[in-house]
């Protein structure tokens, strides 16, 4: 998990509010990456961002919204319009596109 | 399109035995290929990657996995499995002819357990 930080490691929301789930990473990495992990499903990816103040729409974009202001931090929206937020979330970086990517301990969001 | 197969969902072995976690995989061009683990409640840890080169690639902890290009697999394996390898195992791939793409495709995952 080194080099990326996620918070907070647990984070409950109550149906119909929209919340952020942090990223950051100091490995100086220029992509960075979200991914939903629910059980037997393995990774999906949500949103990823090759430089700062671009990003792209994954397999599973609806409800989320990212942004990417400078190269350390990537945070995610979970809006009130994805319909089943309740997973385990990871963010990732990688040096380049071949490159492996590094992941963070990850948040895990239970809607109520 | 590229996709990753992981055809068990769980393997069992015992401890000191070697162990095999299968993935085979599908992509237009070249693949680039790794191999994950992923202890409880915790983030994915890389272990290994093929890119080009020897097709047999040795990575973190002991591990290794073998790229075989015309059964388009690339199965991980140990000699002597220890019980703190249990965990869940991502093989990943990406296509390498779209120069730039980012996306890396995930299989579901293999569940390992290594009985004392």
């Known amino acids: 998990d080194g080099g990326i930080t996620q918070s907070p490691k647990y984070l409950f929301r109550k149906e119909g509010q929209n919340v952020t789930l942090s990223c950051e990473q100091n490995l100086n990495h220029d992509a960075m990456y979200w991914y939903r992990q629910d059980p037997g499903q393995g990774l999906r990816l949500i949103y990823y961002s090759q430089i700062v103040n671009d990003f792209q729409k994954g397999d599973i974009a609806e409800g989320y919204s990212v942004s990417r202001e400078k190269k350390e931090s990537f945070p995610l929206t979970v809006t009130s319009a994805q319909k089943n937020p309740t997973a385990f979330y990871l963010c990732?970086?990688?040096?380049?596109?071949?490159?492996?990517?590094?992941f963070g301990p990850g948040t895990r969001l239970t809607v109520l | 399109a590229q996709s990753v197969a992981q055809p068990e969902d769980q393997v069992n072995v015992a401890e000191g035995n070697p162990l095999t976690v299968k993935c085979t995989y599908s992509v237009s061009g070249n693949p680039y290929l790794f191999w994950y683990v992923q202890y409880p409640n915790r983030g994915l840890q890389f272990l290994l990657k093929y890119i080009t080169g020897d097709n047999l690639v040795k990575g973190s902890y002991g591990f290794e996995a073998e790229f075989n290009k015309s059964q388009t697999s690339f199965h991980l394996k140990k000699p002597s499995a220890l019980v703190s390898d249990s965990a869940l195992y991502f093989c990943a791939v990406r296509d390498n002819s779209g120069a730039g793409s980012y996306q890396l495709t995930f299989g579901k995952g293999t569940k390992l357990s290594v009985i004392p």
């Open positions: 990732a970086s990688s040096r380049g596109w071949s490159n492996e990517q590094f």
